[in-house]
């Protein structure tokens, strides 16, 4: 018995590698080759293409295709029906499968809503790329990416809250979490948590909606 679920709607191929505690949920194909790390979640009529490496904890909701050349870290929210890519100039006429490029999304970044990342190009660490953007150049890490063009908007907490006022320091606080950020040339930077480790248990469950922390702004 595996220690992952798919729905019986939902095609594996084999030589896939899923981690424990996935979830596949309706009309998904998993092709070949494809690299799935632990307790990550697939929506309905998702597809995985061979090649595709995917971390641990990624949230795949419904209507997303993730071609080969993907690169996908750990804690990943790619919103509904949003778009990857992986070739800059695609012709029916031309084979292009040896030419796929890379695009790499980072560790925490959320991908929202109907969002296009055209290939090429790394989302950083953290970074929220708003619903509808269209994403054509390199993301920093915490950037707040809106538009289309996608132009950045300012600097996203890890608990997905602009962030803004910063103090005499230089410092922003989130509205959710109180973690601390700051500036350091022209990377924002977590003071209270490193980029690479877990939330804390008590962090890590949302208890009020966004709204509410906008109305205290």
């Known amino acids: 018995m595996s220690d992952y679920f798919v729905h019986e709607s939902s095609f594996v191929d084999e030589l896939c590698e899923i981690g424990a505690g996935t979830r596949i949920w309706h009309f998904c194909h998993l092709m070949s080759g494809a690299k799935i790390g632990e307790r ?3 929506g309905q009529n998702c597809v995985v ?5 995917i971390g641990s904890n990624v949230k795949v909701q419904n209507n997303v295709s993730i071609y080969e050349g993907t690169v996908i870290e750990d804690d990943v929210f790619l919103g509904p029906s949003c778009v ?7 012709r029916s006429q031309v084979l292009r499968r040896s030419l796929y490029e890379k695009t790499l999304l980072k560790r925490g970044c959320s991908i929202g809503a109907n969002a296009t990342v055209v290939c090429g190009i790394g989302i950083g660490r953290y970074a929220f790329v708003a619903a509808g953007a269209v994403v054509a150049k390199d993301v920093p890490d915490y950037a707040l990416m809106v538009g289309v063009p996608a132009r950045q908007k300012g600097w996203m907490s890890r608990h997905g809250h602009l962030l803004t006022a910063p103090d ?3 410092i922003m606080t989130c509205p959710e979490s109180g973690l601390r950020y700051q500036l350091q040339g022209q990377m924002l930077r977590c003071l209270d948590l490193d980029e690479e480790a877990p939330l804390p248990t008590e ?4 208890k009020e909606f966004y ?7």
Request: hydrophobic residues 40%.
């Open 40 to 42: 990550c979640s697939f």
């Open 49 to 53: 293409s061979s090649g595709v490496v």
């Open 84 to 90: 990857l890519t992986n070739v800059t100039n695609p």
């Open 168 to 170: 005499a320091s230089g």
């Open 203 to 206: 962090l890590a469950v949302g």
């Open 211 to 217: 709204d509410n922390f906008k109305a205290g702004a």
